[in-house]
Protein backbone atom coordinates (compact mmCIF):
# COMPACT_ATOMS: atom_id res chain seq x y z
CA UNK A 1 0.00 0.00 0.00
CA UNK A 2 1.28 3.51 -1.38
CA UNK A 3 2.97 5.29 2.33
CA UNK A 4 1.05 8.34 3.65
CA UNK A 5 3.00 10.99 5.15
CA UNK A 6 1.70 11.40 8.78
CA UNK A 7 0.63 15.09 8.48
CA UNK A 8 -1.91 13.69 5.50
CA UNK A 9 -3.95 11.56 7.73
CA UNK A 10 -6.49 13.53 7.99
CA UNK A 11 -7.36 13.91 4.15
CA UNK A 12 -7.85 9.77 4.93
CA UNK A 13 -11.04 9.52 7.43
CA UNK A 14 -12.47 6.30 7.97
CA UNK A 15 -9.61 4.84 4.95
CA UNK A 16 -6.64 2.50 6.20
CA UNK A 17 -3.37 4.24 5.09
CA UNK A 18 -0.12 3.19 5.49
CA UNK A 19 2.45 5.19 7.93
CA UNK A 20 6.36 4.79 7.73
CA UNK A 21 8.80 6.75 10.26
CA UNK A 22 10.37 6.48 13.48
CA UNK A 23 8.82 6.36 16.93
CA UNK A 24 9.11 9.19 18.79
CA UNK A 25 7.60 8.28 21.89
CA UNK A 26 5.26 5.52 23.60
CA UNK A 27 2.46 5.63 25.88
CA UNK A 28 1.81 2.08 27.83
CA UNK A 29 -1.57 2.47 29.17
CA UNK A 30 -1.73 -1.78 29.30
CA UNK A 31 -4.99 -2.53 27.43
CA UNK A 32 -4.01 0.50 24.88
CA UNK A 33 -0.78 1.21 23.42
CA UNK A 34 -0.32 4.72 22.13
CA UNK A 35 2.68 6.11 19.88
CA UNK A 36 3.77 9.05 18.59
CA UNK A 37 5.16 8.28 15.12
CA UNK A 38 7.97 10.69 13.55
CA UNK A 39 8.31 11.09 9.78
CA UNK A 40 9.66 13.97 8.25
CA UNK A 41 6.55 15.70 7.82
CA UNK A 42 6.07 15.13 11.76
CA UNK A 43 4.18 13.33 14.26
CA UNK A 44 1.06 11.64 14.55
CA UNK A 45 -0.86 9.91 17.14
CA UNK A 46 -1.03 5.74 16.40
CA UNK A 47 -2.98 3.95 18.78
CA UNK A 48 -2.64 -0.51 19.16
CA UNK A 49 -5.59 -2.25 20.51
CA UNK A 50 -6.17 -5.51 21.74
CA UNK A 51 -8.54 -6.87 19.71
CA UNK A 52 -5.84 -6.56 16.75
CA UNK A 53 -3.84 -9.33 19.19
CA UNK A 54 -0.66 -9.90 16.89
CA UNK A 55 -0.30 -5.84 16.15
CA UNK A 56 -0.78 -5.14 20.06
CA UNK A 57 1.96 -7.66 21.18
CA UNK A 58 4.29 -5.72 19.13
CA UNK A 59 3.43 -2.19 19.75
CA UNK A 60 3.98 -3.53 23.35
CA UNK A 61 7.80 -4.52 22.50
CA UNK A 62 8.79 -0.94 20.78
CA UNK A 63 11.13 1.76 21.43
CA UNK A 64 12.11 5.05 20.83
CA UNK A 65 13.51 5.41 17.80
CA UNK A 66 12.69 2.57 16.36
CA UNK A 67 12.00 2.57 12.67
CA UNK A 68 8.03 0.71 11.52
CA UNK A 69 5.85 0.69 8.94
CA UNK A 70 2.39 0.43 10.16
CA UNK A 71 -1.09 0.04 8.62
CA UNK A 72 -4.20 1.01 10.12
CA UNK A 73 -7.51 3.09 10.26
CA UNK A 74 -7.65 6.72 10.09
CA UNK A 75 -10.53 7.69 12.83
CA UNK A 76 -11.56 10.48 14.29
CA UNK A 77 -9.72 11.09 18.20
CA UNK A 78 -12.51 10.66 20.96
CA UNK A 79 -13.79 13.68 21.70
CA UNK A 80 -11.91 15.83 24.31
CA UNK A 81 -8.52 13.66 23.41
CA UNK A 82 -7.72 16.14 20.27
CA UNK A 83 -3.98 17.33 20.47
CA UNK A 84 -4.84 21.77 19.39
CA UNK A 85 -0.89 21.39 19.07
CA UNK A 86 -0.88 19.17 15.99
CA UNK A 87 -2.54 20.29 12.76
CA UNK A 88 -3.28 16.37 12.59
CA UNK A 89 -4.14 16.34 16.13
CA UNK A 90 -8.07 15.42 15.72
CA UNK A 91 -7.04 12.06 14.30
CA UNK A 92 -5.13 8.84 15.10
CA UNK A 93 -4.62 5.92 13.23
CA UNK A 94 -5.71 2.38 14.86
CA UNK A 95 -3.14 0.10 13.70
CA UNK A 96 -4.14 -3.66 11.98
CA UNK A 97 -0.72 -5.01 11.03
CA UNK A 98 3.17 -3.57 12.09
CA UNK A 99 6.57 -4.53 11.14
CA UNK A 100 9.31 -3.19 12.49
CA UNK A 101 11.96 -2.45 10.05
CA UNK A 102 14.68 -1.38 12.67
CA UNK A 103 15.13 -1.54 16.18
CA UNK A 104 17.25 1.04 18.04
CA UNK A 105 19.74 1.37 20.82
CA UNK A 106 18.77 3.92 23.39
CA UNK A 107 20.16 7.07 22.01
CA UNK A 108 23.66 9.06 24.08
CA UNK A 109 21.35 11.78 24.94
CA UNK A 110 17.75 12.76 24.56
CA UNK A 111 16.43 14.10 21.42
CA UNK A 112 13.07 15.82 22.52
CA UNK A 113 15.31 18.67 24.33
CA UNK A 114 16.67 21.74 22.28
CA UNK A 115 19.91 19.87 22.54
CA UNK A 116 21.58 23.09 24.23
CA UNK A 117 22.21 21.39 27.69
CA UNK A 118 24.36 18.70 25.50
CA UNK A 119 28.22 18.53 25.59
CA UNK A 120 28.37 19.21 21.79
CA UNK A 121 31.79 17.10 21.27
CA UNK A 122 28.97 14.06 21.95
CA UNK A 123 26.15 15.48 19.56
CA UNK A 124 28.93 16.45 16.86
CA UNK A 125 30.13 12.44 17.39
CA UNK A 126 26.35 11.34 17.11
CA UNK A 127 25.12 13.93 14.66
CA UNK A 128 22.59 11.74 12.50
CA UNK A 129 20.89 11.25 15.93
CA UNK A 130 21.56 15.33 16.95
CA UNK A 131 20.03 16.40 13.76
CA UNK A 132 16.74 14.23 14.29
CA UNK A 133 15.41 16.86 17.01
CA UNK A 134 13.00 19.39 15.83
CA UNK A 135 15.07 22.37 16.08
CA UNK A 136 17.60 21.02 13.70
CA UNK A 137 15.14 19.78 11.02
CA UNK A 138 13.79 23.31 10.96
CA UNK A 139 16.87 24.77 11.19
CA UNK A 140 18.11 22.79 8.22
CA UNK A 141 14.99 22.97 6.06
CA UNK A 142 15.02 26.49 7.09
CA UNK A 143 18.34 26.99 5.52
CA UNK A 144 17.15 25.31 2.26
CA UNK A 145 14.16 27.59 1.76
CA UNK A 146 16.87 30.66 2.29
CA UNK A 147 18.90 29.15 -0.98
CA UNK A 148 16.00 28.34 -2.73
CA UNK A 149 14.62 31.68 -2.40
CA UNK A 150 17.99 32.97 -3.51
CA UNK A 151 18.36 30.80 -6.36
CA UNK A 152 14.95 31.60 -7.52
CA UNK A 153 15.63 35.30 -6.97
CA UNK A 154 18.90 35.59 -9.17
CA UNK A 155 17.60 33.12 -11.76
CA UNK A 156 14.84 35.86 -12.40
CA UNK A 157 17.26 38.13 -12.39
CA UNK A 158 19.28 37.40 -15.28
CA UNK A 159 21.65 35.54 -13.25
CA UNK A 160 23.75 32.10 -14.07
CA UNK A 161 25.08 29.70 -11.29
CA UNK A 162 28.45 28.69 -12.20
CA UNK A 163 30.67 25.59 -10.18
CA UNK A 164 34.13 27.16 -10.10
CA UNK A 165 37.05 24.35 -9.28
CA UNK A 166 37.93 23.32 -5.68
CA UNK A 167 41.08 22.28 -6.66
CA UNK A 168 42.53 25.32 -7.57
CA UNK A 169 45.76 27.71 -6.77
CA UNK A 170 45.91 30.10 -3.65
CA UNK A 171 43.25 32.91 -3.55
CA UNK A 172 44.23 35.14 -1.23
CA UNK A 173 41.14 36.80 1.13
CA UNK A 174 43.68 37.26 4.06
CA UNK A 175 43.74 33.46 5.22
CA UNK A 176 45.87 30.62 5.68
CA UNK A 177 45.01 28.00 2.55
CA UNK A 178 44.13 23.87 3.05
CA UNK A 179 47.07 22.52 0.32
CA UNK A 180 46.05 19.33 -1.46
CA UNK A 181 49.48 17.63 -2.82
CA UNK A 182 49.28 16.49 -6.22
CA UNK A 183 50.25 13.00 -7.36
CA UNK A 184 50.72 13.69 -10.96
CA UNK A 185 52.82 16.62 -10.59
CA UNK A 186 55.33 15.20 -7.52
CA UNK A 187 55.97 18.32 -5.38
CA UNK A 188 53.20 20.64 -6.35
CA UNK A 189 50.37 21.08 -4.32
CA UNK A 190 46.47 22.51 -5.58
CA UNK A 191 45.11 24.99 -2.96
CA UNK A 192 41.35 24.98 -2.26
CA UNK A 193 39.40 28.11 -2.64
CA UNK A 194 39.05 30.83 0.06
CA UNK A 195 37.12 32.16 -1.87
CA UNK A 196 35.81 31.12 -5.61
CA UNK A 197 37.32 35.49 -6.51
CA UNK A 198 39.91 35.20 -9.13
CA UNK A 199 37.11 32.56 -11.19
CA UNK A 200 34.58 35.10 -10.68
CA UNK A 201 36.59 37.87 -12.05
CA UNK A 202 37.60 35.63 -15.11
CA UNK A 203 33.54 34.59 -15.45
CA UNK A 204 32.99 38.71 -16.08
CA UNK A 205 35.78 38.51 -18.60
CA UNK A 206 33.95 35.71 -20.23
CA UNK A 207 30.95 37.78 -20.67
CA UNK A 208 28.43 36.23 -18.19
CA UNK A 209 28.22 39.60 -16.95
CA UNK A 210 25.77 38.18 -14.02
CA UNK A 211 27.18 34.77 -12.05
CA UNK A 212 26.29 33.84 -8.87
CA UNK A 213 27.37 30.42 -6.75
CA UNK A 214 26.29 28.63 -3.52
CA UNK A 215 30.33 28.49 -2.86
CA UNK A 216 31.79 26.61 -0.29
CA UNK A 217 34.79 28.69 0.41
CA UNK A 218 37.82 26.89 2.43
CA UNK A 219 39.91 28.53 5.31
CA UNK A 220 42.45 27.43 7.49
CA UNK A 221 41.47 29.97 10.61
CA UNK A 222 40.57 29.21 14.29
CA UNK A 223 37.03 28.49 14.76
CA UNK A 224 34.97 31.37 17.08
CA UNK A 225 30.87 31.31 17.87
CA UNK A 226 30.42 33.00 14.35
CA UNK A 227 33.04 31.45 12.62
CA UNK A 228 33.16 27.54 11.61
CA UNK A 229 36.87 25.70 11.39
CA UNK A 230 37.60 24.96 7.53
CA UNK A 231 34.77 25.36 5.87
CA UNK A 232 31.51 27.46 5.06
CA UNK A 233 29.14 28.64 2.35
CA UNK A 234 29.32 31.77 0.73
CA UNK A 235 26.13 33.41 -2.26
CA UNK A 236 28.94 34.27 -3.82
CA UNK A 237 28.22 36.78 -7.11
CA UNK A 238 29.59 39.13 -9.45
CA UNK A 239 27.80 41.39 -12.19
CA UNK A 240 29.62 43.05 -15.17
CA UNK A 241 28.52 47.13 -15.90
CA UNK A 242 27.78 48.35 -12.27
CA UNK A 243 27.93 50.54 -9.96
CA UNK A 244 28.62 50.22 -6.03
CA UNK A 245 25.06 51.62 -5.99
CA UNK A 246 23.82 48.40 -8.03
CA UNK A 247 25.17 45.92 -6.04
CA UNK A 248 23.82 47.23 -2.60
CA UNK A 249 20.19 47.82 -4.26
CA UNK A 250 20.36 43.90 -5.61
CA UNK A 251 21.48 42.21 -2.67
CA UNK A 252 19.00 44.89 -0.23
CA UNK A 253 16.52 43.88 -1.81
CA UNK A 254 17.08 40.15 -2.14
CA UNK A 255 17.95 39.87 1.56
CA UNK A 256 14.73 42.24 2.69
CA UNK A 257 12.55 39.81 0.61
CA UNK A 258 13.83 36.59 1.75
CA UNK A 259 13.85 37.64 5.19
CA UNK A 260 10.15 38.90 4.59
CA UNK A 261 8.68 35.62 2.75
CA UNK A 262 10.68 32.94 4.66
CA UNK A 263 10.47 34.68 8.16
CA UNK A 264 7.21 37.00 8.10
CA UNK A 265 7.51 37.30 12.09
CA UNK A 266 10.39 39.60 11.87
CA UNK A 267 10.66 42.97 11.16
CA UNK A 268 13.41 45.02 9.58
CA UNK A 269 14.65 47.82 11.65
CA UNK A 270 14.69 50.42 8.64
CA UNK A 271 14.13 50.61 5.64
CA UNK A 272 16.47 51.53 2.86
CA UNK A 273 19.28 49.78 4.98
CA UNK A 274 21.49 52.83 6.40
CA UNK A 275 24.44 53.32 4.95
CA UNK A 276 27.40 54.46 7.40
CA UNK A 277 31.00 55.08 6.01
CA UNK A 278 33.86 53.21 7.82
CA UNK A 279 35.02 56.18 9.64
CA UNK A 280 31.41 57.01 10.99
CA UNK A 281 30.57 53.76 12.27
CA UNK A 282 33.73 53.88 13.63
CA UNK A 283 33.70 57.16 15.31
CA UNK A 284 29.84 56.70 16.01
CA UNK A 285 29.75 53.09 17.14
CA UNK A 286 33.18 51.89 18.00
CA UNK A 287 32.76 49.21 15.50
CA UNK A 288 32.94 48.93 11.36
CA UNK A 289 29.82 46.13 12.21
CA UNK A 290 27.36 47.88 14.40
CA UNK A 291 24.37 46.61 16.05
CA UNK A 292 22.08 48.81 14.94
CA UNK A 293 19.07 46.76 16.51
CA UNK A 294 16.47 49.20 18.46
CA UNK A 295 15.47 46.56 21.23
CA UNK A 296 17.99 44.26 21.47
CA UNK A 297 16.19 41.44 23.49
CA UNK A 298 13.62 41.40 20.70
CA UNK A 299 14.37 37.94 18.81
CA UNK A 300 12.60 39.30 15.96
CA UNK A 301 14.24 42.35 14.96
CA UNK A 302 16.70 42.54 12.30
CA UNK A 303 18.97 45.55 11.41
CA UNK A 304 20.36 45.71 8.70
CA UNK A 305 23.01 47.94 7.45
CA UNK A 306 25.92 48.79 5.09
CA UNK A 307 29.34 49.79 5.52
CA UNK A 308 31.12 51.46 2.59
CA UNK A 309 34.19 54.13 2.27
CA UNK A 310 36.50 51.76 3.58
CA UNK A 311 40.26 52.67 3.45
CA UNK A 312 41.78 50.55 0.65
CA UNK A 313 45.01 49.41 2.93
CA UNK A 314 44.81 49.00 6.38
CA UNK A 315 48.85 49.10 7.79
CA UNK A 316 50.37 46.18 7.88
CA UNK A 317 50.64 44.61 11.44
CA UNK A 318 51.57 41.47 13.59
CA UNK A 319 51.68 39.00 10.24
CA UNK A 320 52.88 39.90 7.28
CA UNK A 321 50.01 39.60 4.64
CA UNK A 322 50.35 36.59 2.49
CA UNK A 323 52.61 34.30 4.14
CA UNK A 324 55.86 36.69 4.58
CA UNK A 325 55.84 38.76 1.88
CA UNK A 326 58.98 40.99 3.23
CA UNK A 327 58.34 44.31 4.57
CA UNK A 328 55.08 45.39 2.87
CA UNK A 329 53.71 48.28 4.76
CA UNK A 330 50.03 48.01 3.49
CA UNK A 331 47.29 45.27 3.22
CA UNK A 332 44.63 45.31 1.56
CA UNK A 333 41.66 46.09 4.15
CA UNK A 334 39.19 43.76 2.10
CA UNK A 335 41.25 41.95 -0.74
CA UNK A 336 44.10 42.80 -3.53
CA UNK A 337 41.60 42.99 -6.38
CA UNK A 338 39.31 45.73 -4.75
CA UNK A 339 39.42 48.69 -6.67
CA UNK A 340 40.65 52.66 -4.98
CA UNK A 341 37.94 55.37 -5.33
CA UNK A 342 38.26 56.69 -8.97
CA UNK A 343 39.19 60.36 -7.28
CA UNK A 344 41.48 58.72 -4.73
CA UNK A 345 43.62 57.31 -7.45
CA UNK A 346 46.19 59.39 -7.62
CA UNK A 347 47.01 59.20 -4.12
CA UNK A 348 48.24 55.61 -4.51
CA UNK A 349 51.53 57.43 -5.66
CA UNK A 350 51.26 60.08 -2.47
CA UNK A 351 49.58 58.45 -0.10
CA UNK A 352 47.44 55.44 0.12
CA UNK A 353 46.80 55.16 3.48
CA UNK A 354 44.26 58.28 2.42
CA UNK A 355 43.17 56.09 -0.52
CA UNK A 356 39.02 54.68 -0.08
CA UNK A 357 38.02 51.31 -1.55
CA UNK A 358 34.95 50.46 -3.25
CA UNK A 359 34.42 48.20 -0.50
CA UNK A 360 31.13 47.38 0.99
CA UNK A 361 30.37 45.20 4.33
CA UNK A 362 26.58 43.93 4.59
CA UNK A 363 25.62 44.00 8.52
CA UNK A 364 23.26 42.19 10.30
CA UNK A 365 22.37 42.91 13.94
CA UNK A 366 26.32 43.92 14.89
CA UNK A 367 27.49 40.88 12.48
CA UNK A 368 29.49 41.17 8.81
CA UNK A 369 27.37 39.03 7.37
CA UNK A 370 28.91 39.76 3.43
CA UNK A 371 31.25 41.55 1.61
CA UNK A 372 32.42 42.58 -1.62
CA UNK A 373 33.95 45.60 -3.90
CA UNK A 374 33.80 47.09 -7.58
CA UNK A 375 36.98 45.23 -8.85
CA UNK A 376 40.22 47.01 -10.26
CA UNK A 377 40.06 46.45 -13.89
CA UNK A 378 43.08 48.34 -15.40
CA UNK A 379 45.88 46.03 -15.13
CA UNK A 380 48.69 49.23 -13.93
CA UNK A 381 46.19 49.99 -11.50
CA UNK A 382 46.45 45.97 -10.44
CA UNK A 383 50.04 46.50 -10.68
CA UNK A 384 50.38 49.37 -8.15
CA UNK A 385 48.30 47.99 -5.88
CA UNK A 386 50.71 44.59 -5.96
CA UNK A 387 53.33 46.54 -5.71
CA UNK A 388 51.91 48.61 -2.24
CA UNK A 389 51.29 45.12 -0.76
CA UNK A 390 55.08 44.12 -1.20
CA UNK A 391 55.03 41.63 -3.65
CA UNK A 392 57.96 40.42 -5.06
CA UNK A 393 58.26 39.03 -8.69
CA UNK A 394 57.45 35.40 -7.53
CA UNK A 395 54.46 36.51 -6.11
CA UNK A 396 53.35 38.47 -8.72
CA UNK A 397 54.25 35.77 -11.42
CA UNK A 398 51.16 34.05 -9.08
CA UNK A 399 48.38 36.44 -10.37
CA UNK A 400 49.64 36.67 -13.94
CA UNK A 401 46.36 35.45 -15.32
CA UNK A 402 44.30 37.92 -13.54
CA UNK A 403 46.47 40.76 -15.40
CA UNK A 404 46.70 38.56 -18.80
CA UNK A 405 42.86 38.36 -18.81
CA UNK A 406 42.36 42.49 -18.02
CA UNK A 407 44.32 42.62 -21.52
CA UNK A 408 41.23 40.71 -23.37
CA UNK A 409 38.50 43.01 -23.11
CA UNK A 410 37.58 43.06 -19.30
CA UNK A 411 34.10 45.32 -18.24
CA UNK A 412 34.57 47.06 -15.33
CA UNK A 413 32.55 44.43 -12.85
CA UNK A 414 31.92 43.90 -8.86
CA UNK A 415 30.10 41.56 -6.37
CA UNK A 416 29.66 40.83 -2.93
CA UNK A 417 29.47 37.11 -0.83
CA UNK A 418 26.99 36.93 1.93
CA UNK A 419 27.73 34.41 4.12
CA UNK A 420 24.94 31.96 3.95
CA UNK A 421 25.76 30.03 7.77
CA UNK A 422 26.49 33.29 9.45
CA UNK A 423 23.18 34.82 7.95
CA UNK A 424 21.14 31.78 9.01
CA UNK A 425 22.73 31.78 12.69
CA UNK A 426 21.22 35.13 12.57
CA UNK A 427 17.95 34.72 11.26
CA UNK A 428 17.48 32.14 12.88
CA UNK A 429 19.21 33.61 16.40
CA UNK A 430 20.86 30.79 16.59
CA UNK A 431 24.50 31.79 19.26
CA UNK A 432 26.88 29.29 17.10
CA UNK A 433 27.59 29.09 13.64
CA UNK A 434 27.27 25.14 13.87
CA UNK A 435 23.53 25.17 14.36
CA UNK A 436 22.74 25.65 10.83
CA UNK A 437 25.27 23.34 9.79
CA UNK A 438 24.51 19.76 9.34
CA UNK A 439 28.65 18.57 9.79
CA UNK A 440 30.33 21.46 11.06
CA UNK A 441 33.74 20.52 12.49
CA UNK A 442 34.48 21.20 15.95
CA UNK A 443 36.65 23.47 17.42
CA UNK A 444 39.82 21.31 17.46
CA UNK A 445 39.02 20.88 13.41
CA UNK A 446 37.53 17.53 13.94
CA UNK A 447 34.86 16.27 11.37
CA UNK A 448 33.40 13.97 15.05
CA UNK A 449 31.18 11.62 13.13
CA UNK A 450 33.72 10.54 10.82
CA UNK A 451 36.80 11.19 12.94
CA UNK A 452 38.29 13.19 10.27
CA UNK A 453 41.45 14.10 9.40
CA UNK A 454 42.81 10.69 9.87
CA UNK A 455 46.42 9.28 8.71
CA UNK A 456 47.34 8.57 5.51
CA UNK A 457 48.65 5.13 4.58
CA UNK A 458 52.08 4.35 4.06
CA UNK A 459 51.16 3.58 0.11
CA UNK A 460 49.12 7.09 -0.16
CA UNK A 461 52.35 9.04 0.85
CA UNK A 462 54.24 7.16 -1.08
CA UNK A 463 52.05 8.11 -4.32
CA UNK A 464 52.22 11.14 -3.34
CA UNK A 465 55.80 11.58 -2.83
CA UNK A 466 55.19 13.22 1.13
CA UNK A 467 57.13 12.45 4.02
CA UNK A 468 55.49 12.42 7.43
CA UNK A 469 57.89 13.74 10.07
CA UNK A 470 56.50 12.34 13.19
CA UNK A 471 58.85 14.27 15.93
CA UNK A 472 59.17 10.40 16.95
CA UNK A 473 62.86 9.26 16.64
N1 LIG B 1 35.65 37.09 -2.22
C1 LIG B 1 35.19 38.01 -1.22
C2 LIG B 1 35.15 37.33 0.15
O1 LIG B 1 35.15 36.10 0.22
C3 LIG B 1 33.85 38.56 -1.48
C4 LIG B 1 33.79 39.47 -2.64
O2 LIG B 1 34.63 40.38 -2.72
O3 LIG B 1 32.86 39.32 -3.46
O4 LIG B 1 35.06 37.98 1.15
Redesign the pocket.
Known sequence: MKRTLTKDIGAHESEQVTLEGWVDVRRDHGKLVFIDLRDRSGIAQVVFTPKEVAAHEVGQTLRSEWVVRLTGMVKKRPAGMENPNLPNGAYEVSVTAIEVLNEAKTPPFPLDTDGHDVDEQLRLKYRYLDLRRPRMQKNLKLRHAAVRFIREYLSNEGFTEIETPILTKT?P?GARDFLVPSRLQPGKFYALP????QY?QLLMVAGFERYFQIAR?FRDEDPRADRAYGEFT?L???MSFVTQEDILRLAEDLFTKLAESIFPEKHITKKPWPRLSHTEAVATYGTDKPDLRKDKKDPNELAFSWTIDFPLFTEQSKEDFFHGSGAAKFAPS??M??APHPDDVPLLDTDPTKVRGL?HDMVLNGYEV????I?IHRPEVQEKVFDLIGFNATQKAQFDHMLTAFRHGVPPH????PGIDRLMMVLLGESSIREVMAFPATSSGQIAVMDAPSEATLTQLHELSIKVETGEE
Open positions: TEQSPQKCQDLEHHFTQGGGSRGGIA
